[in-house]
């Protein structure tokens, strides 16, 4: 007969087996879970492309398309392993998570478009993410919630609270604007901003300073929508937490366990490890994918014809924007237009408050002049989205014209900006 000994091996390998087939089976319920938040994850297999083709050195607009297309998947990655996170930390750190990796991907692109001095390419994308929210979202919103219906409803006074960040926001841009039209300003061969000269150094100074205080109103406004203000906010997530709840009630009311279920439909949320591996894996294909992105942005712009200007403002931001043009149309459909309002102007204001200030210090770091000034034209162009999006929402209620008035406007300026010239940037320094 066999000393316990001589079993101790069969036993230990035993386990070690069951251990590797669990880790298996959890392996692929996470991929699972992963693959099926969002629709736009079959664009996934443009990953790989994208690589290949940047790594391979294939033509400019083989690597810019194919890399653009894989962003698009990984961007909506990034949201989701984000909010997964969120609900592991607490509200207060899943909000600072939010306001971070939710923008990860214009973040990123942004960084290696400074460190690659294309500060154009910085300003437009910024430009394009606020714009492309508060018109191209929200009326598609609108639209799509109100063909259906006659009138549709939200939170009046968070929608206020908003437009009011989006003013302040956006007086950020309108005063160095100011600044650089009233001070008659020496002439110059290269352009705006020469780091040597008195008068650009000013408006650098400016900008880092506006953009310091912008990061504090981010932060307050953070406190006012986690802490004092909360109950404000808690209907926008009380209509995403509708369907589970449902599901829930009818899980218990059937006798069976509701996260028996939740495994069963693959909506289980992710512990912190299988989460943070997602942020980790998609950050860096991220960086990977729009590190060949930019880098072909130059032969792209001499090849096409298109600027940079139309590039950055139209183009660039549909990729860092895609997930959550999705989430907004689609719970607009289904008459949560509070969660609507709160994906597209709240993704505004972050990009306003939290991405571009963030960049403007960025640059400080890198020694890159990438500053709050933009031209008249960009800055006229902003006020006039900010005032006809705040005149729609003001009233609390929407309607499928009001989604028409907005696209027709994001669409104008689209056109606009087609034929609208980086020389002419230059040449009115």
């Not at 971070?100 to 437009?124: D, M, P, Y």
Request: hydrophobic letters at 50%.
């Amino acid at each position: 007969m066999p000393s316990n000994s001589e079993r101790v091996p069969l036993l230990s390998g035993s386990h070690s087996r069951h251990m590797l087939k669990e880790a298996q089976t959890n392996s692929v319920r996470v991929i699972k879970t992963t693959l099926k938040s969002s629709p736009v994850n079959y664009l996934l297999l443009f990953v790989p492309l994208g690589v290949f083709a940047g790594w391979q050195a294939w033509s400019p607009s083989a690597v810019f398309w194919l890399n653009f297309f894989a962003i698009v998947p990984l961007a909506s990655l990034l949201a989701f392993a984000t909010e997964e996170l969120a609900e592991h930390v607490g509200e207060t750190v899943g909000g600072l998570l939010n306001a971070t990796f939710g923008n990860a991907v214009e973040l990123i692109v942004s960084i290696i478009a400074l460190k690659e001095n294309q500060v154009r390419i910085v300003q437009a994308s910024m430009l394009g993410s606020i714009l492309s929210n508060l018109l191209l979202v929200l009326g598609c919103c609108f639209i799509a919630g109100g063909v259906t219906r006659v009138q549709q409803t939200f939170n009046q006074t968070v929608a206020q609270t908003m437009s009011s960040l989006m003013v302040l926001a956006t007086s950020s841009l309108l005063i160095p604007a100011a600044f650089h039209a009233t001070i008659p300003a020496p002439k110059k061969k290269h352009g705006f901003p020469e780091p040597d000269s008195p008068y650009d150094a000013s408006i650098l100074a400016l900008s880092r300073g506006a953009s310091i205080v912008l990061l504090i109103v981010y932060i307050l406004y953070l406190v006012f929508q986690l802490k004092t203000h909360k109950a404000l906010f808690e209907e926008q997530s009380s209509e995403a937490d509708d369907g589970l709840i449902t599901a829930s009630l009818a899980e218990e009311q059937a006798g069976v366990a509701p996260d028996a279920m939740q495994n069963k439909d693959g909506v289980q949320h992710l512990s912190v490890v299988s989460a943070m591996a997602i942020l980790t894996l998609a950050t860096v294909f991220v960086s990977i994918c729009a590190d060949y992105l930019v880098g072909s942005i130059d032969s792209i712009v001499e090849s096409s014809g298109l600027s940079k200007t139309f590039l950055g403002l139209i183009v660039i931001p549909i990729v860092g924007n895609a997930a959550e043009h999705v989430t907004a149309i689609i719970v607009a459909m289904k008459d949560k237009m509070d969660l609507a309002i709160g994906v597209a102007v709240g993704s505004s204001l972050q990009i306003a408050l939290f991405v571009t200030p963030l960049m403007v210090l960025v640059g400080w770091v890198l020694n890159t002049p990438m500053s709050l000034y933009f031209s008249t034209f960009e800055t006229a162009v902003l006020l006039v989205s900010v005032l006809i999006s705040n005149l729609v929402i003001l009233d609390g209620e929407s309607n499928w014209l009001e989604g028409a008035m907005l696209l027709s406007t994001y669409l104008i300026i689209a056109l606009a900006f087609f034929y609208y010239p980086d020389s002419i940037d230059i040449a009115s320094f």
